[in-house]
DNA sequence: CGAGGTGTTGAGATTTGTCAACCTACGTGG
DNA sequence: CCACGTAGGTTGACAAATCTCAACACCTCG
């Protein structure tokens, strides 16, 4: 157990309490220069500079503060500096849906673009920073810069097809499937930032996840102990190690011969 | 009861037979003209008329034909003049998710956007024909009318609204939430388009449905017997009337707040 | 130290998946 | 025109997974 603790995650550790209101006060956390901000991330030369030219505002968000809230009239979009956020679909009698988890370097507020107003309400789960890119600017800088146009829509498919993954999960009928699916996904963006994908702090409550994934928050604790306890992985609260990840995409990979599409039997 | 089918479409719908030779089956479906394309749906006066002066192709799709598979090089959109189709994204070992369905006046493809290929497949579930749209052709055309960019953006967060509907749909644990607000939701998609919005037919088969809800087929069955039991839908194969809708709705607002997911507000 | 949010675990109730039989509609070919 | 084959749809019985309710443990913060 000391050693889950001791190793140390960059992002996503629980800091200490806000203490000074409305103090920029940075933490040491990896920081994302513009240069690894989502939009920039296929521009070249001097398409580069120009978009780095422009000084683009950033914002400390306290855990649990709102970006935007679903209905709110849509004007910026937000790259992630440090910490992490979950989107969420607000539904009637206060139920909701959790529809994305972001960390460091991503693109959130997208879904709002064509219509006036969010779609969604964004919170942060724990103290972090953004970049705040009125699209106006971006829409401006579009027209400057067509490669920018190229970046923009490129994000949004890419946000499409994370939603297509997540409803893939969403469609697996079995909460170990899903659970899997999960943390090989979370793993992959990890990588993907330069980060440890084997060890990471869960910046999710269970029932984020459990929302998140349409299964209840007992039954991704329970799934949790069940994948520890035949050595997939180690948790313990928000620290989680994952040891196999070849056992966890098994899970995934997992023949349900589906009937009248099954081959040999006659 | 009769009344239902009496409700004529208000929308300015051409009904005409395809003139192939080779169409045997040609039905009385209605196909939507350029003007009811959702691309064009937000633009007025003079860009409108510009947007109508570009002769799109279009193309018949039989049913169970490709339009496009997931990985093919993206190159256009396509928006349906009539009949109704399926995206899905393959999986490993031939597991896949239906991702959407999409019916006349609905646009599909945009999410090779970003990238250089398609993400999903599309598949058609009837004889249908399409308006083929090249990307090239609408980049070129927006890049003159910006209001067709507006409109492009627009669409793309409408596709990227429907997914987060249905992730909702899909977070629900109960089977009857799954599918009583799939049905609302074709129900209500109907209505938009001047159609019957109570009485319709499913394009798409009991596995469709299932695979698209993340239950079984047999699941979907039972549902919709036990809906017709209540009283709330009328269902015989694929001929299906919705009786009672706000007993459909309250399956959906069923005082069960789902539990965890809050945020940190109060 | 206590409070409250969070996470774990147990036991029983329910729902859903699985397997299998059967029914129904529809297209094909005799 | 009808028989037949087949894909799609329904239903039943049972097993298995998940939900629900409830108790308790853990951690952080005040």
Redesign the pocket.
């Known amino acids: 157990m000391a050693t889950i603790l001791s190793i140390r995650p960059q992002v996503g550790l629980?800091?200490?309490?806000?203490a000074t209101p409305a103090e920029s006060r940075d933490v040491a956390r990896p920081i994302y220069a513009p240069r690894e901000m989502a939009l920039s991330a296929s521009l070249r030369g001097e398409d580069l500079e120009r978009f780095e030219s422009v000084k683009f505002a950033s914002r400390v968000v306290r855990q649990g503060d709102h970006v935007f809230n679903a209905g709110d009239k849509f004007s910026c979009l937000y790259s992630i500096r440090g910490g992490c956020f979950k989107t969420s679909l607000p539904g009637s009698q206060g139920r909701e849906q959790v529809t994305g988890f972001f960390m460091s370097g991503d693109l959130f507020g997208l879904d709002g673009l064509g219509g006036a107003r969010y779609n969604v309400t964004a919170v942060a789960l724990e103290d972090s920073t953004v970049w705040i890119m009125p699209y106006a600017v971006i829409t401006a800088l579009a027209r400057e810069v067509p490669s920018l146009q190229c970046s923009l829509d490129s994000e949004l498919s890419r946000e499409l097809a994370r939603s297509y993954g997540v409803m893939t999960l969403l469609g697996s009928?079995?909460?170990?499937?899903?659970v899997a699916g999960f943390l090989l996904n979370l793993s992959r963006r990890h990588l993907r930032r330069g980060l440890s994908g084997s060890s990471f702090t869960?910046g999710?409550?269970?029932?984020?996840i459990?929302n998140y994934l349409?299964?209840?928050?007992?039954?991704?604790?329970?799934?949790?102990?069940a994948f520890?306890a035949a050595g997939l992985i180690k948790?313990?609260?928000?620290a989680l190690s994952i040891l196999d990840v070849e056992g966890l995409e098994r899970i995934l990979e997992t023949v349900?011969?589906k009937?009248?599409a099954r081959a040999g039997c006659s």
Chains 1, 2 share one sequence.
Do not use: H, N, W, Y
């Open positions: 629980r800091l200490q309490k806000a009928t079995s909460a170990q499937e899903r869960l999710m409550t269970r029932a984020d459990g349409g299964i209840t928050l007992e039954t991704v604790s329970r799934t949790f102990s520890q948790v313990q609260q928000r349900r011969p009937r009248g």
